[in-house]
């Protein structure tokens, strides 16, 4: 199984870190917080990504180009140029870099990635700026067992964000940001059938807006509840806030 994951927004609100690059690019214990993403998901098996790319694009693909080397001891022979790579990081991945255009948005992404998830009937699909201690394994087990097109990992969280109406395990409805109240709320973690891909119209969808609001209406969309850690990393408030754990020791998040 493949693991989609957006990595092209400006990240407006995290501009201390995102003016010279992309947000998937900001540094946790001194990693990109795509790194962490991507080592949540392989520990658990998913080792194929296909990383949708839009601003500052580049600095992604530098960072993988340049992976080995910069995550690993080297000797140098400057009189050939030949490198040897010592012992060290060296994930047995493989990571698909795809330019899905600077002003395209999530849903429109996802649309532009479906040559690459090729025969596959099912995919994961999450952001590049959240975290969680989420067990994949049962995620997947999960939507294998419902039958449906769509599911969305669901979380605690504060009103700021968009929140999810349950009826038992169906999601029945999708509110973008309330006013007032907590709920259970997009964690960013999806599992979906490639069917689901014919919800997206073109590039200026949203993937959190008319998709996923018509899966639920259509009973395609199945929440699963995960009642662990969970952050995204919006604000330079959250940021530092993930580094802390990092430094701490105790990083809910590094189930690796």
Same mark, same amino acid.
Request: proline share 3%; glycine share 12%; net charge negative.
């Given at each position: ?5 957006l ?6 609100r995290?501009? !201390?870190?995102?003016t010279?690059k ?5 540094? &946790?214990?001194g990693?990109?917080? *795509?790194?962490h993403i991507?080592q ?9 990504f296909?990383?949708a790319? #839009?601003?500052k694009? $580049?600095i992604?693909k530098?960072?993988? *180009?340049n %992976?080995v080397?910069?995550?690993n001891?080297l000797s140098?022979d400057l009189?050939? #140029? ?6 060290g990081i ?19 992404r996802?649309?532009?990635l479906?040559?690459?998830l090729? @025969? /596959? !009937?099912? +995919?994961?699909?999450?952001?590049? /700026?959240g975290?969680a201690?989420? @067990?994949i394994?049962?995620l997947v087990e +999960?939507?294998r067992?419902? #039958?449906? *097109? ?9 009103a700021? +964000?968009?929140? &999810? =109406?349950?009826?038992?395990d169906s999601?029945? $409805? %999708?509110?973008?940001?309330?006013e007032?109240?907590?709920?259970? &709320?997009?964690?960013?973690?999806f599992?979906? @059938?490639?069917?689901a *891909? ?8 949203i993937?959190?807006? /008319?998709?996923?609001e018509?899966?639920?209406?259509d009973g395609?969309?199945? =929440? %699963?509840?995960?009642?662990? +850690?969970?952050?995204?990393? /919006?604000?330079?408030?959250?940021? @530092? ?6 430094q701490?020791?105790?990083a809910?998040?590094?189930i690796?």
């Amino acid at each position: 199984m493949k693991a989609v994951i957006l990595a092209g927004g400006l990240g407006t609100r995290l501009s !201390e870190e995102t003016t010279l690059k992309p947000k998937p690019m900001v540094e &946790i214990g001194g990693k990109p917080i *795509l790194w962490h993403i991507m080592q949540i998901h392989a520990v658990h098996g998913v080792t194929e990504f296909v990383v949708a790319l #839009g601003y500052k694009g $580049e600095i992604v693909k530098e960072y993988f *180009l340049n %992976f080995v080397a910069i995550n690993n001891d080297l000797s140098i022979d400057l009189s050939t #140029g030949k490198a040897t790579i010592h012992d060290g990081i060296q994930p047995k991945w493989t990571v698909h870099l795809v330019d899905t255009g600077a002003g395209t948005q999530t849903g429109g992404r996802v649309r532009r990635l479906r040559k690459w998830l090729g @025969n /596959d !009937e099912m +995919f994961m699909l999450t952001y590049g /700026d959240g975290v969680a201690d989420l @067990n994949i394994t049962k995620l997947v087990e +999960f939507h294998r067992s419902h #039958g449906k *097109l769509a599911t969305m990992t669901s979380v605690r969280s504060p009103a700021r +964000f968009g929140r &999810i =109406g349950f009826d038992g395990d169906s999601v029945r $409805e %999708f509110f973008e940001k309330p006013e007032a109240g907590e709920g259970w &709320i997009n964690g960013g973690f999806f599992v979906l @059938n490639t069917k689901a *891909l014919d919800y997206i119209s073109g590039d200026d969808t949203i993937w959190e807006r /008319d998709p996923v609001e018509q899966l639920a209406h259509d009973g395609q969309m199945m =929440g %699963f509840k995960h009642y662990g +850690f969970w952050s995204c990393m /919006d604000t330079l408030k959250e940021k @530092n806030y993930l580094e802390e754990l990092w430094q701490s020791g105790k990083a809910p998040w590094k189930i690796w």
